[in-house]
């Protein structure tokens, strides 16, 4: 492929900019409805939408293209956030908010008597991730385009994303999303930058007559790398930046020879393999997945990317790579795309002829990680026997890294052969194994945790002695969310009333929602916080009427938990709670009582069983409660199905309660805490991950803080004793023979035996028993405030007042500060 500027780009001037006002878009949307898509007004809403996003995405276009060309100058040094989920959610309603576009877009529909929030949500969720690492890049995207920085995302462009979540009986049911179907006005497929993948072969290794050698990966199965750019708009700033997403394709259509021998159908299952790589996003969440497609979806990612970025350096610098990693850093979303770093030194090497010292260099100030959990299983390995049969190339590379890097480790501590098997990439056993945490750390300048506590646990757990060795690589970078899609977007009456009274320069500098605290004691204002709550938790309390047939009724504490279900997250916790709750309503203690909706919601991964039985015990509690007239309306319960980014933007304005109740030093930072406090919901959560960094923000008298920290939580496993809690304690032995003796249950005998066990065991990982009676009393001391009207509403507005510092721009001006090193442009 040419290197050089096509001769026809240079001539053309700056796109004009489109007019933006409500007539021009009302003509614009008509044209394309009628004329591109073949569609009438009466059409079903998807061709609405799709003629929406495409006369909005004209309108940002020009920049998209004026942004990406000032990137591409001489002398600009980029980041690249790699990724193997990019969890978006919907983009017409945020480009329309950062285009600054909202009543001109609403008076335009309104011209066809159309609603444009009917026409927004028609779009289908781009599910490209499972949970929050996934959000993350997208919150991170996001906040790199607000401020104007050259970063350019990449990942994978799932045929099927996220599965979608249904109920049978109470189970869970997994459904296809095949989001693509119906066609995605945000992405440009650009096959002129397609890039060659290679797998398997085999190597050979031939010395030149200069006395030099080459190693060769010969006889590839290939497969086609084709990016499809997605524009990620700054807010109201000229600024769109790129996501680019693989897919792969066959490298011929037909293999001819298996097509003239008269196999036709063995040659287009060649093609379906190449092709199965980017078919589907793999659904475990925190934890990993082992499945050679994985793999291979993890070096397609890394190769492509590396190899796109290095035809782009050589547009302006030919073979010159001297200043290679003056121009570029790229920064890696956990291990999964670690093999990154064996494939730049592989690039580097073997294609563009550099020495290991010289690829070395480059790769060593380049890659940057960030680790996102501390859980065990959820670190990364992968078999050697994979590689040697997938990757033998990049095998070898990283056998030669690790054994430079053991000799390293021997000079430092001297015959201390225990710590170089502890700190060895390769894991020696009966199954070898690479270890792609330890693969990260040897090649990168910068290893950050994803907030505080975590990031201090990592230096003295999991990465001990990498920190030991180079203590200066260590840095914590805690998470944030972009105010604009889950403030302004996701909650615009809150919005409008934040900038009624402090201005509107919040959205931008997030920080200045600080000055909401001045007006904590305004009566009136808070009557109107209390207003604007309560069409918020009505809006809400439709969308579980639907989903649910649950009615929640707005008086009540709308009490929330929603996250990927994961018995560390202890959604098993709020279920005994909630049964507690209703147990005290069926012995009559209900004296000042506080009426309470309770909702949760999130998927298990399909192959998680007892997660699965989680998600059955919450709908099974939920008919007996929600069914039984003695209990009415103090108490209800409703799981809400598919929960996803589109839920999340009416959820959590919505909520009075935000549950963040992990097990002390388990949570890495959590995101969804950030997303609850900035709309007003007050948090009952443990001392973990970023809830530490909440509690700070907003003070102890403005958070439900209980359960044990992290430091108790490991002293506590050596003498954990559930059943004496249970016989110690009346509330819980009552909710214990609840469960014990079926009451959910009394038509499926036994099937929640295994969560019973789980709760009751010695070695219970998660200690949910350990923290039932601090979590109980917490909730007391909820209800109670939530009765006190005046006292609740100065704490909801003190959680908004207080969430500036949780903001992705801040997360990534720091990441920026300390590690990336970019110039806004
Ligand atoms: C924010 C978010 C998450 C992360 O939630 P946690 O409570 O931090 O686990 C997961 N899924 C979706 C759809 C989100 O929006």
Not at 94 to 105: Q, R
Not at 119 to 135: C, I, K, M, Q
Not at 155 to 176: K, T
Request: glycine residues 6%; charged residues 25%.
């Amino acid at each position: 492929m040419s290197t050089k500027k096509p001769a026809c780009d240079i001539k053309i001037p700056p796109m004009e900019k489109l007019p933006t006002d409500s007539a021009a878009l009302a003509s614009d949307f008509q044209r394309y409805l009628t004329r591109y898509l073949g569609r009438y007004l009466g059409c079903v809403p998807f061709y609405l939408y799709e003629a929406m996003s495409y006369t909005i995405r004209d309108r940002v276009m020009a920049d998209w293209r004026s942004t990406w060309r000032r990137y591409e100058n001489k002398g600009v040094r980029k980041a690249y956030y790699m990724s193997l989920e990019f969890l978006i959610g919907r983009s017409l309603g945020n480009h329309i908010l950062n285009l600054g576009l909202d009543s001109e877009s609403e008076m335009a529909m309104n011209t066809f008597a159309l609603d444009l929030e009917e026409v927004t949500s028609a779009e289908h969720d781009a599910g490209l991730g499972n949970g929050g690492l996934g959000r993350l890049a997208a919150c991170f995207m996001d906040s790199c385009a607000s401020l104007k920085l050259p970063v350019i995302g990449y990942g994978i462009r799932y045929e099927y994303g996220m599965f979608r979540q249904e109920f049978d009986n109470g189970y869970q049911i997994e459904e296809p999303d095949h989001w693509l179907r119906d066609g995605n006005p945000w992405e440009l497929e650009r096959p002129e930058y397609t890039q060659v993948i290679k797998f398997g072969g085999r190597l050979e290794y031939i010395s030149d007559i200069n006395g030099g050698s080459r190693h060769l990966w010969l006889d590839t199965d290939d497969v086609l790398a084709i990016p499809y750019d997605v524009p990620i708009s700054g807010y109201k700033n000229n600024t769109v930046n790129t996501l680019r997403l693989w897919s792969a394709s066959a490298t011929n259509i037909f293999s001819l020879e298996d097509f003239n021998a008269g196999s036709y159908p063995e040659a287009v299952e060649a093609k379906n393999d190449a092709e199965h790589i980017t078919m589907v996003l793999y659904p475990n969440d925190a934890s990993e997945n082992g499945k050679e497609l994985r793999l291979k979806q993890q070096y397609f990612l890394a190769s492509a990317s590396l190899q796109d970025v290095i035809r782009m350096w050589e547009i302006n610098e030919g073979n010159d790579y001297s200043r290679f990693a003056d121009e570029n850093v790229f920064q890696m979303n956990d291990t999964h795309p670690t093999i990154a770093v064996a494939e730049l030194m592989r690039l580097l090497m073997d294609e563009k002829g550099l020495s290991w010292d010289e690829a070395w260099a480059i790769t060593s100030k380049t890659m940057a990680y960030t680790n996102h959990t501390l859980l065990p299983e959820a670190l990364e390995k992968w078999p050697v026997f994979l590689f040697e049969r997938l990757l033998p190339r990049p095998l070898q590379i990283i056998y030669e890294i690790n054994a430079r890097f053991l000799k390293q480790v021997a000079r430092q501590w001297p015959g201390d052969t225990q710590r170089q098997m502890r700190m060895s990439i390769i894991e020696e056993g009966e199954v070898r194994q690479v270890r792609m945490a330890y693969l990260a750390i040897v090649a990168s300048f910068s290893v950050n945790g994803v907030a505080a506590l975590h990031s201090d646990l990592l230096t003295k757990g999991l990465f001990r002695d990498f920190y030991e060795l180079w203590p200066e690589r260590f840095n914590n970078k805690t998470n944030g969310v972009t105010p604009r899609r889950w403030v302004a977007h996701a909650n615009p009456d809150l919005s409008s009333l934040i900038t009624a009274q402090i201005g509107n320069d919040w959205v931008h500098d997030f920080s200045r929602v600080a000055k909401l605290k001045a007006h904590v004691g305004d009566k009136d204002f808070a009557e109107r916080w209390h207003t604007v709550k309560t069409a918020n938790k009505k809006r809400l309390a439709a969308l579980v009427k639907k989903h649910c047939d649950v009615d929640f009724d707005t008086d009540s504490m709308f009490d929330v938990q929603v996250k990927r279900i994961h018995e560390y997250k202890r959604q098993l916790l709020n279920i005994l709670h909630v049964i507690h709750l209703y147990d005290r309503i069926k012995r009559g203690d209900t004296k000042n009582w506080t009426n309470r909706c309770v909702l949760i919601g999130g998927k298990a991964a399909p192959g998680y069983h007892i997660a699965k039985m989680i998600i059955k015990l919450v709908n099974n509690v939920a008919d007996v409660i929600n069914n039984d007239p003695q209990v009415g309306n103090r108490l209800k319960l409703a799981f809400i199905p598919n929960y996803g980014v589109s839920k999340m933007e009416i959820v959590c304005p919505g909520t009075d309660l935000s549950e963040q109740i992990s097990t002390a030093g388990k949570e890495a930072s959590g995101t969804g805490n950030m997303k609850f406090m900035m709309n007003g919901a007050v948090t009952i959560g443990t001392y973990d991950g970023a809830n530490i960094e909440i509690l700070d923000a907003v003070g102890e008298e403005n958070f439900f803080l209980f359960g044990l920290k992290a430091e108790e939580v490991e002293a506590r496993r050596q003498h954990y004793h559930p059943q004496s809690l249970v016989d110690e304690d009346d509330d819980l032995e009552r909710v214990m023979h609840l469960l014990q003796c079926g009451h959910f249950n009394s038509l499926e005998s036994k099937i929640f035996d295994e969560i019973i066990d789980s709760l009751l065991n010695p070695h219970d990982p998660w200690l949910t028993l350990a923290d039932f009676r601090s979590y109980v009393d917490a909730q007391t001391r909820v209800a109670a405030t939530y009765r006190d009207k005046s006292a609740w509403l100065a704490m909801s507005i003190n959680n908004t007042a207080s969430s500036g510092h949780f903001s992705a721009d801040r997360t990534i001006g720091e990441y920026n500060e300390d590690i990336w090193k970019l110039t806004s442009i």
